[in-house]
């Protein structure tokens, strides 16, 4: 019988820790996989965040390694600086990591066009800190801190980081994906080779956001937080690429 799909050798055998229905697990597939077909797991580092992906570190099959909160595309720098360039470096981060502690960061690694890819993992709530309100957090999104919902005369209005880091000359690929279906699933790894590919042409920061469930803090069940990212979260963080240097070799 013809194999059509199996388990990369880009993950490790380790038991998730992620809640039932959190999305999470594909991406760390995904961006397995594209290593994998890199031919890269044994010439790439990655750099876990603080929060829910704080444990990145034991599913990856390359080299780990852990930042403090919201430091990773620091973290990231020091290492694409001193290691050789045929390496790859990446950041796992979620949004309260990347987004309010790490904000400065973030800014300032795409703003000197660091050469790191950044996966971006945004599910508009703290997760592993018990649900309060992110910086991405959307308008009458009820969470533990804004039990009513949140609002823009109190909390201000949600930020939309990949058309924020777009506006930088630094920045060479910036695209907005999503996790909710089978269709998007596979949109979001080819962006996320894009990335890589473009960090290994040396062509600058590049940042994949992906949007994700939360279904523990969101209250829903996993099908529920499926089509609430496609009713509730794509509407007001559309879809799509924000900037982009054609690859070298590539059509522009």
């Known amino acids: 019988m013809k194999t059509v799909f199996k388990r990369t050798t880009g993950l490790t ?3 998730t820790h992620y809640c039932p229905g959190c999305t999470h697990g594909i991406i760390h597939r995904l961006v397995a996989e594209v290593l994998e077909e890199l031919d890269a ?6 750099v876990a ?56 960061e973030i800014v300032h ?30 308008l009458g999104q009820k969470t533990a801190t804004t039990p009513e919902g949140r609002s823009s005369q109190l909390q201000g209005l949600p930020i ?7 506006t930088l000359d630094g920045a060479a690929y910036i695209e907005r994906v999503s996790t909710h279906d089978p269709v998007h699933v596979l949109k979001a790894k080819k962006a996320i080779k894009k990335s890589f590919e473009i960090q290994r042409n040396r062509q600058g920061f590049s940042m994949i956001e992906v949007l994700s469930s939360c279904s523990t803090n969101w209250g829903l069940t996993p099908e529920e937080s499926l089509k609430w990212i496609k009713s509730q979260m794509i509407p007001y963080y559309p879809l799509g690429i924000f900037k982009q240097q054609p690859c070298i070799g590539e059509e522009s």
């Open 13 to 15: 055998d380790a038991e």
């Open 41 to 46: 797991l044994e010439t790439t580092v990655g």
């Open 49 to 104: 965040s603080v929060g829910c992906s704080v444990l990145a570190y034991h599913y990856f099959n390359c080299d780990m390694t852990q930042a403090a909160h919201g430091r990773a595309p620091a973290v990231a720098t020091g290492l694409r600086r001193v290691l050789p360039e045929d390496r790859l470096v990446f950041t796992y981060q979620g949004d309260g990591d990347l987004a309010s502690i790490g904000m400065a």
């Open 160 to 166: 939309r980081v990949s058309e924020m880091l777009a």
């Open 109 to 138: 690694a795409a703003a000197r066009g660091e050469n790191i890819t950044v996966i971006f993992v945004n599910n508009a709530i703290y997760g592993m800190t018990g649900g309060q309100m992110a910086p991405t957090t959307l």
